[in-house]
């Protein structure tokens, strides 16, 4: 257990029905991917999201493995996508032979650069994959432009953002296939877990099968293919369901504590807060993140480390992707420079942002950051 005082970085909230949905697991038995929360939450998710078709699986990783699978690029096809943004989203494209190509980041809300798209377009571009970071959607119209013209697929990986919409539309409605994510720091959580939203029939009947071994219908044991065992189990999609009943209420809680944050913060001096807004979309804060700039009196690292020292909790902002050891051993991306992720990702991190989180707490770590950088 931690310490009562300590202000962990994330804290999920869990107090609907989870607890009775998931004692009707136990209760009937029915704990593994054949239990009925599973198509259950499969159907809801995807309703939520406007899609025809959810595939439940153990995590946002895997759902992204499986997505970029189930496009069946060929090797060297070449994807784009952010270079700021999680490994998740490029693992599965190096192990199937695809190259990642990568775009820089808008310095303001910190996702892809969508401007930057179509100049690294070549004759082996087959698809784009749009990551929408921390709370804020890309800005998706021109990104679709694109892709229409090259005729493009587009993989949206909208891990962090459950019940957010750009321009009225749901994040998740955008790609040819797209992904959640439902680790506890996400707004709606089971655990561990992630879906694939689609609505073409042939891609979900493959992501199904990839989740699952591909397993054959009629030979069980006999494999055509190489897939993952990435199911989740009915206790995970028990706990999804309950969470899900809470999506618009949760919604509100992080923006009230966005709002908050920013009330709080804003007359601090050289650093950049989230926008809590733009044309095309309002700031739902997965996370709250901090940028400090070059006048600040202290670096990232060691305001992360003087914030724990008082018992709040913060998490570095992601590394970018062509600064990865194991990509640079790969050979990846020699040369390339991409200045906004580095920014970003060398003087962000986030603090507390959880569901859980009270005002109390919200203004005990904002006095916090401002001993800390003032
Ligand atoms: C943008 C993004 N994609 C993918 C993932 C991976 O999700 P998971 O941790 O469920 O594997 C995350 C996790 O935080 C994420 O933020």
Known sequence: MSDSTFIPVNEPLLDGKERQYLLECIDSGWISSEGPFVVQFEQEFAKKVGRKHGIAVSSGSAAIDVAVESLELKPG????????????????????????????????????????????????????????????????????????????????????????????????????????????????????????????????????????????????????????????????????????????????????MGKLYEELLTKVENIQLPLNKTDYAENIYWVFGIVLNDKTKINAQTAMYSLGKKGIGTRPFFYPMHKQPILKKMGLFKGENYSIAENISQNGFYIPSGLAITKEQIICVANAVREVLQ
């Open 77 to 256: 096809d070449e994807v784009i996508m952010p270079s700021f943004t999680i490994i998740s989203c490029i693992t599965q494209i190096i192990r199937s032979g695809l190259i990642p190509v990568l775009v820089d980041s808008d310095p303001n809300t910190w996702n892809m650069d969508a401007t930057q798209i179509e100049s690294k377009i070549t004759s082996r571009t087959k698809a784009i994959m749009i990551v929408h970071i921390y709370g804020l959607p890309v800005d998706i119209d021109p990104v679709l432009d694109v892709a229409k013209s090259y005729d493009l697929k587009i993989i949206e990986d909208a891990a962090e953002m459950h019940g957010q919409t750009y321009r009225g539309k749901p994040c998740g409605s955008f790609g040819d296939i797209s992904t959640f994510s439902f680790y506890p720091n996400k707004h709606i959580t089971t655990g561990e877990g992630g879906m694939i939203v689609t609505d073409d029939n042939g891609l979900e009947e493959k992501c199904r099968s990839l989740r699952n071994l591909c397993f054959e219908q009629k030979k069980r044991f006999v494999h055509d293919r190489l897939g993952w065992n990435y199911r989740m189990t009915n206790m995970q999609a028990a706990l999804g369901l309950a969470q899900m009943e809470r999506l618009n209420e949760f919604i509100i809680r992080k923006r009230e």
